[in-house]
């Protein structure tokens, strides 16, 4: 029998177990800031050290990494990519790539975007970090992977019905 990462890792967490270091890097979210060198300091500096960020100067390289090694999360500044690419079809194109994905686009602006996208302020770093890692924000300066799970914290339903996989 065998199990996904993520789902060992969020079992013991449920249960108030401790994740080891080696579970924990690889159930961790990968993120991709879509947009200039000063896009990706900012979601840098906002998610804080030991989150993994990939960087995709051009709307291209984004949909190609999307293909090769989707991302769980695609940060996009619509500003330094409006200038390329059609931000709603950008936004589309990455969905289909990965429909289980978090989509966010910073922008200041009053925009038209496909309903699976969350709108944050470019300069929100706050509001940035607590839609991506709600239990890292209540917790500032908390780790992204021992931020999680309290012993009060019910188990995952699939897990406390005891049913078998099989």
């Known amino acids: 029998m065998r199990f996904k990462a993520a789902d060992v890792a969020e079992f013991l967490r449920a249960w108030g177990y401790s994740v080891p270091r080696e579970l924990a890097k690889a159930t961790s979210k990968s993120m991709m800031a879509i947009g200039t060198k000063d896009t990706m300091a900012h979601v840098a500096r906002a998610l804080g050290e030991g989150v993994p960020i990939r960087h995709a100067n051009h709307p291209y390289d984004a949909l190609i990494y999307a293909g090769a090694d989707p991302a769980d999360v695609y940060i996009i500044d619509v500003r330094a990519v409006s200038g390329d690419v059609d931000v709603t079809s950008l936004f589309e194109a990455l969905h289909r790539a990965n429909s289980q994905g978090t989509f ?10 496909p309903p699976f996208v969350g709108r944050i302020g470019r300069n929100d770093a706050q509001q940035l970090r607590a839609f991506l890692m709600p239990e890292a924000a209540a917790q500032p300066g908390a780790p992204l992977q021992a ?9 995952p339903r699939s897990l406390a019905a005891g049913g078998s996989s099989r």
């Open 104 to 113: 966010v686009a910073l922008s200041d602006e009053p925009i038209s975007l």
């Open 147 to 155: 931020s999680a799970g309290a012993a009060s914290e019910e188990p």
